[in-house]
Antibody
Framework: EVQLVESGGGLVQPGGSLRLSCAAS????????MDWFRQAPGKGLEWVGR??????????EYAASVKGRFTISRDDSKNSLYLQMNSLSTEDTAMYYC??????????????WGQGTLVTVSS | DIQLTQSPSFLSASVGDRVTITCRAS??????LAWYQQKPGKAPNLLIY???TLQSGVPSRFSGSGSGTEFTLTISSLQPEDFATYYC?????????FGGGTKVEIK
């Protein structure tokens, strides 16, 4: 059974840093692209960024709102995905989700999502 | 960036009703569109991908159609467990973007 479990959220002061983790099980992480998404309280969904799979050299993409502040990495040997968040502002307060991305010819979609981890940026 | 405009943003309906949600893209995205259902306090759940392909395990009362810039999600007969918020997402180009959501509530 595919499972994604996020951890590492919590309360952090503006300007601070936080590292989120996403533990994957039930599939081989190295074969998949993985995304981070977020959802501010009472708001819609926002894509944060992506790491491609081993075959595509683990390259990354980021939303403009986080580029230069957030870094996505992964350790396939530990079946884990990470989101390093620096220079946090109150606008980064959100539930953060990791999700597996399927890319097969013309088929593209996020099929499994974790339950999320809440990040609150406040003084 | 590709903007996705969902309508309506709020919908009040009764059990058994046929419900249609529209998603319009600011530029053509072929069929690179997915639909998600989200219930309060839960992660999004994939319903439809490639605009019209039903995800495994999703009831057949859900269907999707469209290509290019206009897409629809239809629930043929609304069930109590379908009251939720629905989002469209384009996966044609970066940044990936979502519609603003449609909240479906009980009439």
């Amino acid at each position: 059974e595919v499972q994604l479990v996020e951890s590492g959220g919590g309360l952090v002061q503006p300007g601070g840093s936080l590292r989120l983790s996403c533990a994957a099980s039930g599939f081989t992480l190295s074969g998949y692209y993985m995304d981070w998404f977020r959802q501010a309280p009472g708001k819609g969904l926002e894509w944060v960024g992506r790491t491609r799979n081993k075959a595509n050299s683990y390259t990354t993409e980021y939303a403009a709102s986080v580029k230069g502040r957030f870094t996505i990495s992964r350790d396939d040997s530990k079946n884990s995905l990470y989101l390093q968040m620096n220079s946090l502002s109150t606008e980064d307060t959100a539930m953060y989700y990791c999700a597996r991305y399927i890319l097969v010819t013309s088929l593209r979609y996020s099929d499994y999502w974790g339950q999320g981890t809440l990040v609150t940026v406040s003084s | 960036d590709i903007q996705l405009t969902q309508s309506p943003s709020f919908l009040s309906a009764s059990v058994g009703d046929r419900v249609t949600i529209t998603c319009r893209a600011s530029q053509g995205i072929s069929s690179y569109l997915a639909w998600y259902q989200q219930k309060p306090g839960k992660a999004p759940n994939l319903l439809i991908y490639a605009a019209s392909t039903l995800q495994s395990g999703v009831p057949s009362r859900f269907s999707g159609s469209g290509s290019g810039t206009e897409f629809t999600l239809t629930i043929s007969s609304l069930q109590p467990e379908d009251f939720a918020t629905y989002y469209c997402q384009q996966v044609n180009s970066y940044p990936l973007t979502f519609g603003g959501g449609t909240k479906v509530e009980i009439k």
